[in-house]
């Protein structure tokens, strides 16, 4: 039988998942006779459990046992390469109809998610920024797990700044071309729009977007939610920072020749922080029956991951060297032109949400908003970097409560 045609090319980088999980299955096997002789290294944490395995392990036959491991570790490949294969030829997800555009400048646009429901038309506006790195839509995900649809049922006038693909003209942007370029011209868009000043929504990098934003015109934001935002950028990260600052000149090299980071530099940067979490995913997916709500909401998120945009150079520049290896944030030397972005000197209510199962942003990176903000409201979910906003659980655990906390400090009483 023909195999079926792949309908998308990813998961990104493809390439570096196969050498991941091949990796998993020969680092395995070869483990095997430094784990009978006790001279495999454990983690202090796990020295105990390794001491009962070590001990059970000499118990059985070597051979039989050894024939065991490479078995499991054939079956683990085999279901990972099947669950590619399905993910690769399965039909794309159902996208929700866009809303209206209210606002274009460049690659950046305005979708005013207030037209999706009849509550919301009037209701208090939010600007919801998300991140430059991936699609805006993680926010608008399926018609079922959709925070801006759920903000809107509830009477309130979401509009979501999409930032697009970097074209030519925005190649050379750094961040306060964007923060004070477009997000600015976003913000007096919406002013004009309703005649109110809005309420800021920022999640992941978003967030620091969204405080720069706060920063440059504290006098015309009313209230602000921060989701999954880092401040203490090497809070968490310890293990990486080294490698990102020797991997420094080469990307450098790389950012200076192409303009932009390109999109599958930035997913192999993100899956070294949990290598081995996508090749765990794919094993599961092969095994989920096809016409399933699992496997079309499966295929939505890997959709949207894998739809990742280039960065600009500059903001690379910023984001990754700045941000991360000098922490130019959490030491307060942030600067936007001449000012400098303090939360502490933002003197409006502020949700700071944080997700307790973050590996992307850690929750001690996140947390020092919480207690810099001077009217802040610190509230912990029980989920992932990205489940938080799009998981199943989502709509329970935060875009509720994250409603209610708007409403009270937008709508009347």
């Known amino acids: 039988m023909t195999a079926p045609t792949p309908r998308r090319l990813g998961p990104r980088p493809l390439p570096l998942l196969m050498a991941v999980q091949a990796l998993n299955a020969l680092s395995s096997l070869s483990a095997l006779p430094l784990l009978r002789n006790g001279s495999l290294n454990w983690n202090p944490k796990l020295q105990d459990a390794a001491t009962a395995l070590t001990r059970e392990i000499s118990k059985a036959d070597p051979e039989i046992f050894a024939a065991a491991v490479q078995s499991e570790a054939a079956r683990r490949m085999s279901a990972f390469a099947d669950g590619v294969q399905r993910y690769r030829t399965s039909p794309a997800a159902d996208r929700p109809t866009e809303p209206p555009v209210v606002w274009q400048q460049g690659s950046a646009r305005l979708l005013d998610y207030g037209a999706t429901n009849p509550t919301a038309a009037d209701g208090p506006p939010i600007l919801c920024v998300p991140s430059l790195i991936n699609r805006a839509y993680i926010l608008d995900l399926t018609a079922k797990r959709s925070l801006m649809r759920n903000l809107a049922a509830r009477g309130l006038r979401p509009m979501l700044l999409d930032w697009g693909t970097p074209a030519a003209v925005e190649r050379v942007f750094n961040l306060s071309d964007y923060i004070a370029g477009y997000l600015g011209s976003a913000l007096a868009q919406i002013e004009e729009i309703t005649g109110r000043q809005p309420a800021l929504l920022g999640y992941c990098m978003g967030g620091n ?77 092969a095994n989920l029956p096809t016409d399933t709500g699992k496997a079309h909401e499966f295929i939505a998120l890997e959709d949207w991951l894998n739809d990742g945009v280039p960065l600009a150079g500059p903001v690379a520049r910023e984001c990754l060297f700045d941000w991360y290896v000098d922490n130019t944030p959490g030491r307060g030397n942030w600067w936007l032109g001449d000012v400098t972005v303090d939360p502490s000197a933002l003197n409006l209510p502020a949700l700071v949400i944080v997700p307790t199962d973050d590996y992307i942003v850690p929750p001690q990176s996140a947390r020092p908003l919480a207690d810099l903000l001077p009217d802040a409201h610190l509230r912990t979910v029980k989920a992932g970097h990205i489940g938080m906003v799009a998981g199943g659980r989502a709509k329970s655990t935060l875009h509720t409560p994250l409603a209610d906390w708007l409403s009270a400090h937008l709508m009347p009483h």
């Open 209 to 285: 977007l969204a405080l720069g934003l706060a920063a440059l015109h504290p006098n015309r934001i009313r209230a602000m939610a921060l989701l999954a935002t880092p401040w203490d950028f090497h809070a968490g990260h310890a293990a990486n920072l080294p490698v990102l600052a020797a991997a420094r000149p080469g990307l450098e090299t790389l950012i200076d020749g192409l303009g932009t980071l390109p999109v599958d530099v930035l997913q192999a940067l993100f899956s070294g922080l949990n290598p081995g979490l996508a090749t765990a995913k794919f094993q599961t997916f």
